[in-house]
């Protein structure tokens, strides 16, 4: 079972069953911009420089849009903590199980093809002689991969969620003030923090840092392999 199975199960289980709440607005959706890192660029046209270009754009473009998409869900985390603070509880957490219902679909099909383009970035290697060459294509692809296992980690784990909120009949019996009983506001706020379960935020400083490293990478390759030689003076 996946930590975040085991935290919203926890989570759940703690809360006793709460009553119907009378309509009310959904909560406001969260506006998030993480930073965007530069795609790779070659001027050579070779096999080994038109396999980078394409291959790691390929796999980068996609990946950085589901970093927004993690920016979001950070915020529908946050107010996923906080919902049984307010009367109209079921209908926040009906709505915030849809807002993560449509987000983690649009994460699971991001990743296949994903990965189909780090292979090949990965598999590119084979077309230099040049071991340098061939030695910066395998380091990219492994940054890429190292990025795409956090992805798919935090895809898999939000999607646990969401199953185990389909699961959860939020349209029973009262509930105590902020969800928690008395013994349980006692208990640390890391116990009943859903993003602490998660290791949301180390699992997205970590996509962070491989991407980077990735993009160091593949743009001193480019840089280096790819980029026209000036013409001599004359």
Partial sequence: MHVMMVALALILALIPPPAPA???AASPGPSA??????TIVTVKSSPYCNALADHFNA????MIAND??????????DDMNDMFKYPDYANRFMDLRAKLLKETATLDASLPPMHDEIVA???SGKLTTDPGEAKEMSDAAAQLQDAYLHQMQLSTDLTGVVQAMMRYNILRGPHPLGGWTPYENTLPADEKNIKSFLHYGPQVNSVDMAENHAVDIATNAAETHCASASPPPK
Avoid: H, M, N, T
Wanted: aromatic share 4%.
């Fill in 33 to 38: 911009s993480p930073r965007v890192l530069k």
């Fill in 68 to 77: 927004r998409v993690f920016a979001v869900v950070d915020v529908q985390l």
């Fill in 22 to 24: 009378a309509p009310a």
């Fill in 121 to 123: 970035l990965r598999e």
């Fill in 59 to 62: 796999a980068l473009v996609p």
